[in-house]
């Protein structure tokens, strides 16, 4: 088997294993009322936030899942890693995880599942002078070891504001790279992610869960999966 395919198949097996692990309760838990991402997607940003070294850089929780499922990953790591996550707030009509408020909601919910503590959150769009600002100040260059984007699809930007932070083989975790039935987010993602993997600059693992594509930054060294 090439190499590209072995990580393939070395993720896939991990998020396997994981189905009789205890986390995969907990998590499963969590993600019926608190996010929008599958469960394999959940596990996926647990084990990066467990096993990797670096950092980890979120943009767009909303209500507080993929962001607890990696401050649960770095509980388990037992390291001290600095979780930051990026959210503007605001209401949203989501038909089964609706909110008349974004940040309230989410900081109840770091709090009640025990993890706020070990979350920074920045109020604010990734995009704003004074969110990356305040990113910066907390996050050395080179330092991310997972990066997860579920925001509005414009994946390249939010790429182009943070990649000099991104450790070489930084986990990236992106949602809405492929959305059945509701195109808005695709349209911008898939192509924009495409044109960064024919470039060199990501380095494809796999589509999981509803859609979301999973990778590496592959910086200067080959990456390969723990
Ligand atoms: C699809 S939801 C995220 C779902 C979440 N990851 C989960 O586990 O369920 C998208 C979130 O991104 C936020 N958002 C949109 N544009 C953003 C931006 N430019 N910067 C940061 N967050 C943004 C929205 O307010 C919303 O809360």
């Given at each position: 088997?090439?190499?590209?395919?072995?990580?393939?198949?070395?993720?896939?097996q991990?998020?396997?294993?994981?189905?009789?692990?205890?986390?995969?309760?907990?998590?499963?838990?969590?993600?019926?009322?608190?996010?929008m991402?599958?469960?394999?997607?959940?596990?996926?940003?647990?084990?990066?936030a467990?096993?990797?070294?670096?950092?980890?850089?979120?943009?767009?929780?909303?209500?507080?899942?993929?962001?607890?499922?990696?401050?649960?990953?770095?509980?388990?790591?037992?390291?001290?890693?600095?979780?930051?996550?990026?959210?503007?707030?605001?209401?949203?009509?989501?038909?089964?995880?609706?909110?008349?408020?974004?940040?309230?909601?989410?900081?109840?919910?770091l709090?009640?599942?025990?993890?706020?503590?070990?979350?920074?959150?920045?109020?604010?769009?990734?995009?704003?002078?004074?969110?990356?600002?305040?990113?910066?100040?907390?996050?050395?260059?080179?330092?991310?070891?997972?990066?997860?984007i579920?925001?509005?699809?414009?994946?390249?930007?939010?790429?182009?504001l943070?990649?000099?932070?991104?450790?070489?083989?930084?986990?990236?975790v992106?949602?809405?790279?492929?959305?059945?039935?509701?195109?808005?987010?695709?349209?911008?993602?898939?192509?924009?992610?495409?044109a960064?993997?024919?470039?060199?600059?990501?380095?494809?693992?796999?589509?999981?869960?509803?859609?979301?594509?999973?990778?590496?930054?592959?910086?200067?060294?080959?990456?390969t999966?723990?």
């Amino acid at each position: 088997m090439n190499p590209a395919l072995e990580n393939c198949f070395a993720l896939m097996q991990v998020l396997v294993e994981y189905r009789g692990h205890p986390i995969n309760n907990e998590l499963q838990k969590m993600r019926r009322k608190h996010s929008m991402l599958h469960l394999d997607v959940l596990t996926a940003i647990y084990h990066f936030a467990k096993i990797g070294s670096g950092h980890i850089l979120e943009i767009g929780p909303y209500l507080g899942g993929s962001a607890i499922a990696a401050a649960y990953g770095v509980r388990d790591s037992g390291q001290p890693k600095t979780i930051i996550t990026i959210e503007p707030g605001g209401r949203c009509d989501h038909p089964t995880l609706p909110t008349k408020n974004i940040l309230k909601d989410l900081k109840k919910n770091l709090a009640k599942f025990g993890v706020a503590h070990l979350i920074t959150l920045i109020e604010g769009y990734s995009w704003k002078e004074e969110t990356i600002a305040a990113v910066r100040q907390r996050l050395r260059p080179g330092s991310v070891g997972l990066l997860v984007i579920d925001a509005d699809g414009n994946v390249k930007r939010d790429l182009d504001l943070f990649h000099d932070l991104l450790a070489d083989g930084c986990w990236i975790v992106i949602d809405d790279y492929y959305m059945p039935g509701a195109k808005s987010k695709e349209v911008l993602t898939k192509p924009q992610v495409n044109a960064l993997v024919s470039a060199g600059q990501l380095e494809p693992l796999g589509l999981y869960g509803w859609g979301t594509w999973i990778g590496r930054w592959p910086g200067g060294r080959p990456a390969t999966v723990p």
